[in-house]
């Protein structure tokens, strides 16, 4: 959890928005990196509830969705740290691939590789949210096994991953990279579904 502590830190030190997937009943490692981004601007994006709450710096979004809701955790992001998790995180992982978002694993990659088999739950709730994107278990793992056979996306330490992460936001920003279009025009509707 130090990496945690340290990243959001860090990403904060950027003036850069962290986004998880929510703060849950137990500390875990997202827990740790929004307390450590306290100082800065937040995102986390709930599995339960409906509505939208914006608290100082935080804005929570209770999406409804449960574990579909890794589609907007990917989705949203410039680029993604894993630090460690389940299948939960490799299907963030799978998504932020399928979206062509650069990953960076601090010392995951081998740990998340053990839950390949176990997407199947997510991407049935994420095919049944976003019906004809390729979000299939098939088309996860596709996304996911290169990235997990290959050291090229490994970083060593924190101030590496923020510092890629941020090169890759910021490349992205001067070329105004376009996202996918369907996937963004539900993520939008999803939004105001949750606003109304």
Do not use: W
Not at 101 to 126: G, P, W
């Amino acid at each position: 959890m130090n990496y945690a502590r340290e990243i959001g830190a860090l990403l904060a030190g950027q003036q850069a928005i962290t986004l998880t997937g929510g703060i849950g009943g137990h500390q875990t490692v997202k827990d740790v990196a929004m307390d450590a981004a306290a100082t800065g601007r937040r995102i986390s994006i709930m599995k339960g509830g409906a509505g939208v709450v914006l608290q100082d710096k935080h804005l929570t979004l209770n999406s409804g969705m449960e574990d579909a809701r890794n589609v907007l955790n990917a989705y949203a992001a410039d680029a993604v740290i894993a630090l460690s998790g389940g299948f939960g995180t490799l299907t963030e992982v799978a998504f932020a691939a399928i979206a062509g978002r650069l990953i960076l694993f601090l010392e995951s990659r081998a740990a998340l590789a053990k839950h390949i088999n176990n997407m199947a739950t997510i991407a049935e709730q994420c095919v049944a949210e976003f019906p004809g994107q390729p979000f299939d278990n098939a088309s996860l793992q596709q996304a996911v096994r290169p990235l997990l056979a290959s050291s090229q996306n490994d970083v060593a330490t924190a101030h590496e991953a923020v510092s890629r992460a941020i090169a890759a936001a910021r490349v992205g920003a001067l070329l105004d990279l376009p996202r996918q279009p369907g996937v963004a025009a539900q993520y939008e509707l999803k939004l105001l579904q949750l606003d109304s």
